[in-house]
C-alpha cells in the first residue's frame, strides 16, 4: 500500500487515552470461514469417488497379474492329443509319441495322462458313472517346455507324425490370444471408469465450488475493495478445497486399501461357493502387491490434486464474474 | 492523482446518468461531493474506486488510463484507495478488530507491526469496548466507524466515503470529520460524499456539486 504511510507517524495521538492493548484481540478468524463451504458432501463425494477409483484400479491389477500368470503357464506346455484309429494300438502309439516327445530338444517333461485320467476329463460333458471303454477317447500328452526355450513346432508335428498319424498338437496360441483380448478389455474398460470418475469428481468438485464462491460473495467483494488481488482470494478458498480433497482422497483411498488388504479372507469366506470359485478363477487370490498399494496411495493424492485444480479453476472464473 | 476529461456513464441501455464530466483531484486535496438523491454521487464514487469503468471519456487515476489497466493492475491501484460504503460491508464473521484489520492482513504483513495501530484507531472512534464484537450485535453507528477505520487504517492515497456520518450523532459526526481532517494533513487526498449541510459547513473544503447528471465546483 502507500509506502510513504509509515513515515506519516501515528494518524492520531491518543495520548493519556492510550488503551491497555486486550489480550483477546488479534487475528483468529479465517479470511473465509471453514463453516461456510459445504465441506461434508464434498469430502463423501470425493471419498466415494476415490474409493470407487481404487476399487477399479485394484481390479484392474487384480486381473492383469492373474493374466499374466495364467499366459505364463499355458504358454510354458503344449498339449497333444492321440485319437483312437482303427487297426492301431492306442497305448503303444502314445507310448511312441511321448518318446519322441522326450527326444525333442526344450522339452523339460512329459507326462501322457492313462486312460482313466482322459476319461475323467470328460467328465464334465458325460457325467459320472460312464463306461469309457466302448468309447473312443482321445488320449492327451502334455508336454513342458524348458523355460525360456523356443519350441520348433512345425519340426515336433512332423517327428511325433510319423509315430502316429492321428496326433494333433496344441500350443494354446488361440486361448492366450483370447486370454490377451480379455485382460486388455478389463485394462480398458478399467481406464475409461477411472476417467468417468475424474469426470464425475471435477464437475462435483466444480458445483461445490460456485457454491462455495456464491455462499462467500460477501467476503469477495469486501476482500476487493481492501485490495486483494484474484491470486490472494483463491488462495483463501483453494486451501479449504485441498484440505477437503485430500480428506476426501485419504478417506475413499484408506477404504480401498483396506478392502484389498482383507480381501484375500474375504475371498476365503466364499471359497468352495460357485461365486468364490469363479472369482478365484479370475482373479487368483486376490492379494494387490505392494507395488499395488502404492499405486493406489499415489492415485488417492492423485485425485486431491485433481480436487484442487478444478476447484482453482472455477475460482478464477467465478471471480471473474464476480469482478 | 485523479482526473476525469467529458466522462459520461449509463447504465446498459439507459439515459446517461453522468455527463461530461470533467475535472481533478489533486493529491492532498479535500472535497465533499454533494448533491440530490439519485444525483450520481454513489456512480462517481464507484467510478473513482474502479468498480465501474466510465461509458466515454477518460478517467487517469494516478498517472494510469483506467481503461488499458488489467484486473491485477486494478487490484494494485485498488490498494491505494479507502473507501467507506453506506452499506459498511463488515465481514460478520469476524470481530471488529479483525475488520479493521483486514487491509494489513491482506498486504502480508505480520500482526505484530500493526496491532497497536489498529487498537489506537478502534479507541479513537469510540469502539475501544467493542474489539471483540462481531458486526451483527454492533449498532448501525458503531458499523459505520468500524467501515471507517478500516478504509483510513492503512493511510491510503484517496478516501472515498459514502456518506459516513449518517448513521452517527452530531458529536461523533465531528470526531469523524477531524479523523478525515488529520488523514487529510498526513497526506491524503478525501473525497466526502454526504447531504450533510452542517457536516459541509464544519469545514472550508472544495465542493462538487452533481445536478443532473453534471458537475458543478465550488471552490
Redo the contacts between chains.
Keep these: 500500500m502507500n509506502k510513504g504511510g509509515d513515515q506519516r507517524g501515528v494518524l492520531m495521538d491518543l495520548g493519556k487515552e492510550r488503551p491497555q492493548v486486550p489480550a483477546k484481540a488479534r487475528n483468529v478468524s479465517p479470511i473465509v470461514p471453514r463453516g461456510s463451504i459445504a465441506g461434508r458432501a464434498l469430502v463423501a463425494v470425493v471419498a466415494i469417488m476415490t474409493f470407487l477409483a481404487s476399487i477399479t484400479t485394484g481390479t484392474v491389477l487384480l486381473v492383469r497379474a492373474s493374466a499374466a500368470e495364467w499366459q505364463s503357464d499355458v504358454a510354458s506346455e503344449i498339449t497333444i492329443q492321440v485319437r483312437p484309429v482303427t487297426g492301431r494300438d492306442l497305448d503303444r502309439d502314445v507310448a511312441g509319441v511321448t518318446a519322441a516327445i522326450k527326444a525333442q530338444p526344450g522339452i523339460a517333461d512329459v507326462r501322457a495322462f492313462t486312460k482313466a485320467e482322459s476319461g475323467k476329463l470328460l467328465e464334465p460333458w458325460l457325467g459320472t458313472g460312464l463306461s469309457l471303454d466302448d468309447l473312443p477317447v482321445p488320449r492327451v500328452i502334455v508336454a513342458r517346455i524348458v523355460p525360456g526355450a523356443t519350441l520348433d513346432l512345425a519340426a515336433l508335428d512332423a517327428s511325433i507324425k510319423q509315430v502316429a498319424p492321428s496326433v494333433s498338437v496344441d500350443d494354446h496360441r488361440a486361448w492366450i490370444e483370447r486370454m490377451r483380448t480379455m485382460s486388455g478389455a478389463t485394462v480398458f474398460a478399467g481406464i475409461g471408469i477411472l476417467l468417468l470418475v475424474i469426470i464425475a469428481t471435477i464437475i462435483s468438485v466444480s458445483f461445490a465450488t460456485r457454491g462455495a464462491m456464491a455462499a462467500n460473495r460477501p467476503i469477495v467483494e469486501v476482500l476487493h475493495f481492501v485490495g486483494a488481488g484474484d491470486r490472494y482470494i483463491a488462495n483463501r478458498f483453494l486451501q479449504h478445497f485441498l484440505r477437503l480433497g485430500l480428506e476426501g482422497g485419504l478417506i475413499g483411498g484408506g477404504a480401498a486399501i483396506l478392502a484389498f488388504g482383507f480381501s484375500e479372507s474375504i475371498a476365503g469366506w466364499f471359497s468352495g461357493t460357485p461365486v468364490g470359485d469363479q472369482f478365484a478363477a479370475l482373479l487368483g487370490t486376490f492379494s494387490l502387491r505392494p507395488s499395488g498399494y502404492l499405486i493406489l496411495a499415489v492415485q488417492a493424492v492423485l485425485i486431491a490434486a485433481i480436487t484442487a485444480l478444478a476447484s482453482r479453476r472455477t475460482l478464477f472464473a467465478t471471480l471473474d464474474d464476480i469482478d | 492523482m485523479v482526473r476525469f476529461e467529458n466522462v459520461g456513464l449509463r447504465y446498459g441501455l439507459g439515459p446517461e446518468i453522468l455527463r461530461d464530466l470533467s475535472f481533478q483531484i489533486p493529491a492532498h486535496s479535500f472535497q465533499f461531493l454533494t448533491g440530490p438523491s439519485g444525483a450520481g454521487k454513489t456512480s462517481l464514487l464507484r467510478l473513482l ?1 474502479l ?1 465501474l469503468r466510465p461509458t466515454r471519456g477518460l478517467v487517469k487515476l494516478f498517472g494510469n488510463d483506467v481503461s488499458l489497466l488489467g ?2 493492475e486494478v ?2 491501484l ?4 479507502g ?1 467507506v ?1 453506506q452499506d459498511f ?3 460478520d ?3 471488529t ?2 475488520n479493521v ?3 494489513f ?3 502480508g504483513r505480520a ?1 505484530s507491526t500493526y ?7 478502534l ?2 472512534v469510540g469502539l ?1 469496548e467493542r ?2 464484537a462481531l458486526p451483527p450485535i454492533l449498532s448501525g453507528g458503531e458499523k459505520q466507524r468500524a467501515a471507517i477505520a ?1 478504509a ?1 487504517i ?4 484517496l478516501l472515498l466515503a459514502d456518506e459516513p456520518t449518517g448513521n452517527v450523532d452530531p458529536t461523533l459526526g465531528r470526531r469523524l470529520l477531524r ?1 478525515f481532517i ?2 487529510n494533513k ?2 491524503t487526498a478525501v473525497i466526502i460524499a454526504t447531504h450533510d449541510i452542517t457536516l459541509m459547513d464544519q469545514y472550508e473544503a472544495r465542493r462538487l456539486v452533481l445536478h443532473q447528471g453534471r458537475l458543478h465546483i465550488y471552490e
Design positions: 474506486f468498480s484486473k491485477d487490484g494494485e485498488r490498494k491505494r484507495i473507501i460504503l460491508r463488515l465481514l464473521h469476524m470481530t478488530y479483525e484489520a483486514l487491509p492482513r491482506v498486504m500482526e496491532r497497536r495501530e489498529v487498537i489506537d484507531l479507541k479513537w475501544g474489539m471483540d478500516r483510513v492503512a493511510r491510503p492515497s479523523l488529520e488523514l498526513s497526506g
